[in-house]
């Protein structure tokens, strides 16, 4: 008899779902993602719900937004995949449902705060870097541009959050002691590829940032385009050093190391990586590396 999820463990993975995400806006994801699918669709969406709602009314309203968001993103996510959506599709519906809903979620809160155009909102984002400065005095960011990348800001969050929910998902099932549902349209990382056309949406967003249009609004445009495109890559980087570890068949103490290193030290060599293998196809010459040596 399959060990069905209980109330107490709801509470739980909520608890921690909630604290990781204050304190790293997207690692209580995984925890979302095992709610999702072990409590069934209607507790996860009455217990964000409860959870925004209460966090919004106790006057953390960023919070509620962002943890808005994330229900958001995994939530739909989950349902379209359970009706047989594709990873891909299931993808990008679900980050567009999340940011439109952080979106309007922080509109709301900057209209809260009495922030009602831009240039109120830069001289917001202009106090927080002030305050930033105060600990760190060699860091002079400038406002005006991150206030520009903003919109990417909200997007990245929630790509590395449901990228991280499906990677640790399957482990936290078993560290919760509960049955893992698998569905046909699960994402594998070791086969997580951007389709094609996304290098040319990359590439036009590098072009942008380089040559000088005489508009502000393009320059941004294409700024946020490449960093979305450089977390996007670095998933399909982290695809790609998945497979080399398991041609090496590398054991868990170097794949702990290399995941320290790579992972932890060299992010952009890895979403690198990620870009070149649109033209390199590293996995099918590993695979076929791999073949030729079993023959040998």
């Not at 056309?197 to 249009?213: C, D």
């Not at 393009?218 to 570890?245: R, T």
């Not at 398991?246 to 060299?266: C, E, H, M």
């Amino acid at each position: 008899m399959k060990k069905k999820a209980t109330f107490p463990q709801l509470l739980i993975h909520t608890a921690f779902a909630v604290l990781l995400t204050m304190l790293t806006g997207f690692l209580g994801a995984p925890f979302l993602r095992v709610i999702r699918q072990s409590q069934g669709a209607w507790r996860y969406w009455l217990t964000g719900l409860v959870v925004v709602t209460a966090f919004w009314v106790l006057g953390t309203p960023a919070l509620s937004v962002l943890l808005l968001s994330l229900w958001m993103t995994l939530g739909v996510y989950s349902e379209l995949e359970g009706h047989g959506w594709g990873w891909r599709t299931s993808g990008f519906v679900s980050l567009f449902a999340g940011t439109m809903a952080g979106a309007a979620g922080f509109t709301a809160v900057l209209v809260r705060a009495g922030v009602t155009n831009w240039d109120g909102f830069v001289g917001l984002v202009s106090e927080l870097t002030a305050t930033v400065q105060k600990f760190n005095p060699e860091v002079k960011p400038d406002p005006t541009m991150l206030a520009q990348q903003a919109p990417s800001v909200l997007v990245i969050m929630l790509i590395l959050a449901l990228g991280i929910g499906l990677i640790f998902e399957r482990k936290l099932f078993v560290w919760s002691g509960l049955p893992r549902e698998r569905v046909a349209s699960h994402l594998k990382l070791l086969e997580f590829r951007l389709p094609d056309f996304y290098v040319w949406i990359a590439l036009a967003g590098f072009f942008l940032t380089v040559v000088n249009f005489g508009s502000n609004a393009l320059a941004a445009l294409g700024l946020n385009i490449v960093n979305v495109s450089i977390v996007l890559y670095f998933f399909q980087g982290l695809a790609v050093l998945e497979v080399l570890l398991n041609s090496l068949k590398a054991g868990i103490f170097v794949r702990i190391l290399t995941y320290v290193f790579l992972v932890g030290q060299l992010f952009f060599v890895i979403s690198a990586a990620g870009f070149i293998d649109y033209w390199a196809d590293f996995r099918r010459r590993l695979s076929n590396s791999g073949m030729a040596a079993e023959k040998s």
